[in-house]
């Protein structure tokens, strides 16, 4: 699978939120894209997920342009978004009953996705009985069951507490490092951007440009003491330095 974003500016009116990005994605990478606010990023997560039309440029996934969205690109937001009236199973099922999968490939399915995200003793609750990390963590499962080429994220932390979303981000990380799914992961946090992934991209203040574009080789699995190595520090001044510019 290979994901080519090639030349994409897009303008609202007289704004121009991102100018020519050119990047090129492979199957399992990790990529989480920092930058300011207002510098373009939920802008190109739309575009990737096909809810916004680019001014200029396409974006290819297997050589195919997509204009469109599709269930081989999955969003996960801010807000988890669960349905309060449906149990967490039946959220997490909500997308494989919309395709008509069979009762038994819906909890076939649930069942291991709540094994993989540890939350199987909350299959039959309601989601205001979880945390909002809890629900998040439901909210990427729902995601996930879908089985999508690529799992884009706006944000998905940005609600949370800050110890909540440390755990977040760790919980984000080991998934990755179970399943190696293809995850594009957009944040203006700065360690966060540069703890979870395998390639850091730094967009500049609007328009969004791509200023940085670099591999993330921390050691695996990946640990909090991470964020104390050098490698981990070079990148924070860099990518510091470029939000600041
Ligand atoms: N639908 C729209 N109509 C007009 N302008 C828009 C629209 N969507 C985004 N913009 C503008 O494009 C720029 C980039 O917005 P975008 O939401 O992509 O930024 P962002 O990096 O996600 O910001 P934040 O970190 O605050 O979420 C901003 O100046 C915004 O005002
Ligand atoms: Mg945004």
Not at 29 to 39: D, H, P, R, W, Y
Not at 72 to 92: H, S
Not at 124 to 145: D, E, F, T, W
């Amino acid at each position: 699978m290979k994901i080519v974003i090639d030349s994409i500016s897009k303008a609202f009116g007289s704004v121009t939120a991102l100018e020519n990005i050119n990047l090129n994605f492979e199957s399992g990478e990790f990529v989480t894209i920092l930058g300011a606010s207002g510098c373009g990023k939920t802008t190109l997560l739309h575009l990737l997920a096909g809810l916004t039309a680019p001014s200029e440029g396409a974006i290819y996934i297997d050589g195919e342009k997509k204009d469109k969205p599709g269930a081989d690109r999955v969003v996960v937001f801010q807000q988890a978004g669960l349905y309060p009236w449906l149990t967490v199973r039946e959220n997490i099922e909500f997308g494989l009953s919309l395709q008509g999968a069979s009762k038994e490939e819906k909890e076939q399915a649930s069942s291991h996705i709540l094994r993989i995200i540890d939350l199987e003793g909350f299959a039959n609750h309601k989601p205001y009985h979880l945390s909002g990390g809890m629900q998040q963590r439901v909210a990427i499962a729902r995601a996930l069951v879908m089985n999508p080429k690529v799992l884009l994220m706006d944000e998905p932390f940005g609600a949370l507490d800050a110890q909540t979303r440390a755990s977040m981000q760790a919980f984000l990380t080991s998934l990755w490092e179970k399943i190696h799914c293809t995850i594009i992961f957009i944040t203006h946090d700065v360690d966060e951007a540069i703890f979870m992934g395998t390639r850091l991209v730094v967009l500049t203040s609007r328009p969004g440009r791509v200023a940085l574009d670099t591999a993330v080789d921390l050691a695996r699995p990946r640990t909090r003491d991470a964020v104390f190595s050098a490698q981990f520090l070079g990148l924070k001044r860099k990518a510091m330095d470029i939000l600041s510019a």
